[in-house]
């Protein structure tokens, strides 16, 4: 079926290109550029200071080869496309970026913050990992109030209570319509792809809630119109898919065409580079917007915490609102953390939810394509 695309010639262009654009005119007003690789920068308050977050590149296979000259081949892709676009000078955002804010999400990432320190200012978060402990959200108050000191004395720019809360509120409705936009996934048959989830939800990461909400509500328009018109994605009866696990883009969204190939669809890109980013809610008018800050990003359940049931009661959320046919965990070889916690997210899927469940373990290269839709193919067959 053909169908227009969501994004048309108003906000032209290929998702890298559009969002490039967007951080070069916000340079050229003076508003400088900090580069962040996780979802825990907190990016309300790199905004409440009149800066900009960059998610810096981190999902092709073309830089790896050079990042192995110095960092081990059996180590995580995504820590290996990251270094070798440093590197190698290819990253336009890094280019563009006067800053990086680092955070110990894993031990691979932090000595790779060790080798990028000396090429320009790179602030490393200390990402409590036990984020139930009393101890845990206090800590990391102080981790993101270190942060603000850091981009104060870099960038020689100060944000009080008034403009943190700002970005809050910003934020959340950014968010809230984002969530809207997820809505049309969850339709039966959906009428939203995969892709186009990913293109709006990179543009809207690093842009503030007023830059977004006219957008975003055009975009929910012409969903609208979809449904009226009976436009959808897939064929009739197609199993309907979650994809759980580590961050995919990139090269590493062959696993959805691969889905795709096999005769799925995508509902649910379970991820901190899809869905995960625009979950929650800031508390408003707390009177400590820091700690509000703390709150909301402690509640990201990342493979690098623990516990982490806070990812399995997420997880039940989504499927009762996506109703996927099937559940697919996504692993990066060499990512520990959601490697072995795949045991429990696949135990939850079955047990709870009866739902037909597949782990896979990949990276980057696209010698394993024909293997994944051979596995794929027989998790349809299981439905």
């Known amino acids: 079926m053909n169908i227009s695309p969501l994004m048309d010639d108003g906000?032209?262009?290929?998702?890298?290109?559009?969002?490039?654009?967007?951080?070069?005119?916000?340079?050229?007003?003076?508003?400088?550029?900090?580069?962040?690789?996780?979802?825990?920068?907190?990016?309300?308050?790199?905004?409440?200071?009149g800066l900009v977050p960059a998610v810096?590149?981190?999902?092709?296979?073309?830089?790896?080869?050079?990042?192995?000259?110095?960092?081990?081949?059996?180590?995580c892709p995504l820590i290996?496309?990251?270094?070798?676009?440093?590197?190698?000078?290819?990253c336009p955002f890094y280019a563009m970026s006067q800053a990086v804010i680092a955070e110990?999400?894993?031990?691979?990432?932090?000595?790779?913050?060790?080798?990028?320190?000396?090429?320009?200012p790179t602030h490393v978060m200390d990402l409590p990992q036990v984020p139930d402990d009393r101890e845990a959200r206090r800590n990391w108050k102080r981790m993101i109030l270190k942060l603000q000191g850091f981009l104060e004395r870099t960038f020689d720019r100060e944000a009080d209570e008034k403009r943190i809360e700002a970005a809050l509120k910003s934020s959340n409705r950014k968010n809230a319509l984002m969530r809207k936009l997820?809505?049309?996934?969850?339709?039966?048959?959906?009428?939203?792809?995969?892709?186009?989830?990913?293109?709006?939800?990179?543009?809207?990461?690093?842009?503030t809630g007023e830059e977004m909400a006219p957008i975003l509500e055009v975009l929910l328009e012409k969903l609208e119109q979809r449904v009226r018109e009976g436009t959808h994605f897939g064929k009739p009866g197609a199993p309907r898919v979650l994809v759980s696990g580590c961050p995919v883009g990139g090269d590493a969204t062959k696993i959805f065409k691969v889905i795709e190939e096999a005769g799925g669809v995508v509902v649910a890109p379970d991820a901190c580079t899809g869905m995960k980013a625009f979950a929650g809610v800031f508390e408003e008018d707390s009177g400590d917007p820091i700690a509000a800050i703390a709150d909301r990003y402690l509640d990201i359940p990342c493979a690098c915490m623990t516990p982490n049931n806070r990812r399995l009661t997420d997880l039940t959320a989504m499927?009762?609102?996506?109703?996927?046919?099937?559940?697919?965990?996504?692993?990066?070889?060499?990512?520990?953390g959601y490697s072995v916690e795949s045991y429990k997210i696949g135990?939850?899927?079955?047990?709870?939810?009866g739902l037909p469940f597949l782990k896979v373990e990949t990276d980057y290269a696209d010698g394993d394509t024909g293997q994944l839709r051979t596995r794929i193919e027989a998790l349809f067959e299981s439905i």
């Open 80 to 90: 290996k496309s990251s270094y070798g676009f440093i590197i190698e000078g290819t």
């Open 11 to 49: 906000y032209a262009g290929e998702p890298a290109k559009r969002v490039l654009n967007y951080m070069q005119g916000r340079k050229q007003k003076g508003d400088p550029i900090v580069g962040i690789y996780c979802g825990y920068a907190p990016i309300e308050l790199i905004q409440a200071m």
């Open 347 to 353: 135990r939850h899927v079955q047990e709870t939810h």
């Open 182 to 207: 997820f809505d049309y996934a969850a339709l039966i048959p959906p009428v939203l792809h995969w892709k186009e989830m990913y293109d709006v939800g990179f543009l809207a990461l690093p842009a």
């Open 319 to 336: 499927i009762d609102r996506f109703k996927p046919d099937a559940v697919v965990d996504f692993v990066l070889q060499a990512c520990h």
């Open 104 to 120: 110990t999400t894993c031990d691979g990432k932090k000595k790779m913050f060790e080798l990028i320190a000396d090429i320009k």
């Open 56 to 75: 810096l590149c981190a999902f092709s296979k073309v830089p790896i080869p050079a990042a192995e000259t110095v960092l081990p081949a059996n180590l």
